[in-house]
């Protein structure tokens, strides 16, 4: 298991901006894609944004032109800004990745998932 470290995350006015991180450790790793998800009380985990080993994006429609993802491949990081939050941004936001753990000859794929990060936005 990957452990994967989430920051960034806390009370934003409408209109203001954060950026969360999602910090992988751990030695031999490779990632392919990068995901980060957000699930608002009552509601059910939904895709924000993904970011492929090449760099191609796809966001929800609801955050496009607003949100960012970006991943940092040196330091196993991958980022999220988000801009012109709305109260409806509200929740906790998850990363998600999938890739490979290299161990001498043998490698084993994994999915694993931050702890979650509560975004508030709110005036």
């Known amino acids: 298991q990957v452990q994967l470290v989430e920051s960034g995350g806390g009370l934003a006015q409408p209109g203001g901006s954060l950026r969360l991180s999602c910090a992988a450790s751990g030695s031999g790793l490779s990632f392919n894609a990068m995901y980060w998800y957000r699930q608002a009380p009552g509601k059910q985990r939904e895709l924000v944004a993904e970011i492929n080993s090449g760099g191609n994006t796809n966001y929800a429609d609801s955050v496009k032109g607003r949100f960012t993802i970006s991943r940092d491949n040196a330091k196993n990081t991958v980022y999220l800004q988000m801009n012109n939050l709305k109260p409806e941004d509200t929740a906790v936001y998850y990363c998600?990745?999938?890739?490979?753990?290299?161990?001498?000859?043998?490698?084993?794929?994994?999915?694993?998932w931050g702890q979650g990060t509560q975004v508030t936005v709110s005036s």
């Open positions: 998600n990745v999938e890739g490979e753990r290299r161990i001498g000859a043998i490698r084993i794929k994994f999915n694993d």
